[in-house]
């Protein structure tokens, strides 16, 4: 069974095939598909039945219209001008209408007249519609004023009541289309509408998540070498231990200190400080693993969380980064090249070790002892 969900399917598949890319236009073949979709089957119909009652300049009146409906329906797909097929279509219909009235031999046959409002106002719109339908109505007054063969067949009361009753018809129909078009009108701009604010909404959002990212950032980085700040490492490295304990592994936490860093800042200025404070960072962030957490405490320490690592191979790691960064050159603004020396002390969890800051008071005894040792050194 053809529903008008299944019609509607057909008639969007006509239509989309137009290679016009006007939307109102658009939308006046969607009616124009509809309305020949519905006319095609009923032409067909009174063709046959017209040849049978051989009026045959009726039948074929009908089956031109009819074949040209359908070509038109070809033509859609070729053509940006479809407004000339429906005009045409129009024009081929009101003539075909106008000679049924005149050579009506079943004197019934004017009634098809109503259907002409309810189609010409739906296919092209409140003005142009009621324009034709008032049109088609002066040509059927003009047949009942000058063909006098009319009133053997419409008396005259009969021929009032027509018209009167006709242009009842169309000024409903016009109401309601004008009604229907400015509803359509309304939905679309308030759609359009809805759509722009959804656009500034998402903007809106996408905005605050990139702020709120940055604000995130901000909060858990030191400003001058983009590590960890001292808060948010001590944050991620409570939750490791604690993970840590849950999962029988050990973890290693040391604390660096940069050799005499007042003393380059006293020699060469804080820039130079800053200078080596950021060519240290840089160096963790390419020498470290991945899995490795590395921040800035303050001033010039520096702390790291060594994850599913042993003793031995912690103190390893730690002795060759003291090592690498004895031999590491840092350029400072002017050009100049210094070499520093750091020191470390580090510390292992451990059953006995239930809170961060255990471990962090005896990494920073170690770090202490380092220092005593003559600095350079891990302990």
């Not at 008032?134 to 063909?147: H, S």
């Not at 006098?148 to 008396?155: E, G, L, S």
Request: with cysteine; proline share 3%.
């Amino acid at each position: 069974m053809l529903t008008l969900a299944k019609l509607q399917y057909i008639v969007d598949l006509i239509v989309a095939k137009s290679p016009s890319q006007n939307k109102d236009e658009l939308a006046r073949l969607n009616h124009y598909v509809w309305v020949t979709l519905m006319i095609l089957p009923l032409a067909m119909g009174l063709g046959i039945y017209n040849s049978l009652k051989h009026e045959f300049i009726i039948a074929g009146g009908i089956t031109f219209f009819s074949f040209y409906l359908l070509v038109t329906l070809l033509l859609i797909q070729k053509t940006n001008k479809t407004y000339f097929l429906y005009h045409t279509a129009n024009l081929i219909l009101v003539s075909l209408l106008v000679y049924t009235i005149y050579a009506d031999t079943e004197q019934s046959r004017i009634l098809w007249a109503y259907c002409y409002p309810l189609g010409i106002i739906f296919l092209l719109g409140n003005r142009i519609g009621f324009f034709w339908s008032c049109l088609f109505l002066a040509m059927i007054i003009g047949l009942f004023l000058f063909v006098p063969k009319i009133h053997t067949m419409y008396q005259i009361p009969f021929q009032v009541r027509f018209c009167i009753s006709y242009l009842m018809v169309t000024t409903i129909s016009s109401w309601i289309e004008y009604h229907r078009s400015r509803f359509q009108k309304e939905s679309t701009q308030t759609h359009e509408a809805l759509c722009f604010e959804q656009i500034l909404l998402k903007e809106e959002i996408d905005r605050r998540k990139v702020l709120e990212k940055e604000l995130q950032y901000l909060a858990q980085t030191d400003p001058l070498t983009k590590l960890y700040n001292r808060g948010h490492f001590l944050k991620e490295a409570e939750r490791e231990l604690h993970r840590a304990l849950r999962y029988d592994k050990s973890i290693c936490f040391a604390i660096l200190d940069i050799d005499h860093f007042k003393q380059i800042n006293d020699t060469f200025g804080h820039p130079a400080g800053d200078a080596v404070l950021q060519a240290i960072a840089s160096y963790f962030q390419h020498s470290l693993r991945d899995t490795d957490i590395v921040g800035r405490l303050g001033g010039e320490e520096f702390a790291f969380l060594l994850l599913h690592i042993t003793q031995e191979q912690a103190k390893a790691k730690l002795e060759a980064l003291c090592h690498e960064l004895s031999a590491f050159p840092v350029t400072l603004p002017n050009g100049e090249t210094l070499s520093f020396t750091v020191s470390i002390g580090f510390a292992m969890s451990g059953p006995e070790i239930k809170r961060f800051d255990e471990l962090y008071i005896q990494a920073d005894e170690k770090l202490y002892l380092a220092k005593d040792a003559g600095r350079n050194c891990v302990r």
